[in-house]
Nanobody, 129 residues
Framework: VQLVESGGGSAQAGVSLRLSCAASGRTFNSYHMAWFRRAPGTEREFIAAIRWIGGSTYYTFYTDSVKGRFTIARDNARNTVYLQMTTMKPEDTAVYYC????????????????????WGQGTQVTVSS
């Protein structure tokens, strides 16, 4: 699977931004997908993950710091996962990465970097005050 992020850029605090991650391959719906970010001088941190259960049913999981502001979604027909970010803050400035894996979904493990085998190159998001 190859992952390509897009939608990053510069934004003012308070605005919304949507990131996209396009995946190659024919079995996209079998992968659980996630977004991570790495701010300058910090480790890569988990933001959100999503798994398709069937029909219009998904599991989603978020880190506490973005709950209520960020929303992860996927479009299996387009092989794309999205991260909708609202009320953005300067501390959201980071490189945002898309990740994918087919192994078992475990809510206690899904936020770990090691839970994902495939990674995109990242897209820079800069939020100014």
């Amino acid at each position: 699977v190859q992952l390509v992020e897009s939608g990053g850029g510069s934004a003012q605090a308070g605005v919304s931004l949507r990131l996209s991650c396009a995946a190659s391959g024919r079995t996209f719906n079998s992968y659980h997908m996630a977004w991570f970010r790495r701010a300058p001088g910090t480790e890569r941190e988990f933001i959100a993950a999503i798994r398709w259960i069937g029909g219009s049913t998904y599991y989603t999981f978020y880190t506490d710091s973005v709950k209520g502001r960020f929303t992860i979604a996927r479009d299996n027909a387009r092989n794309t996962v999205y991260l909708q970010m609202t009320t953005m803050k300067p501390e959201d400035t980071a490189v945002y990465y898309c990740a994918a894996d087919q192994r078992s979904w475990n809510s206690s493990y899904i936020s770990s970097i090691s839970a994902y085998f495939y990674w995109g190159q990242g897209t820079q998001v800069t939020v100014s005050s």
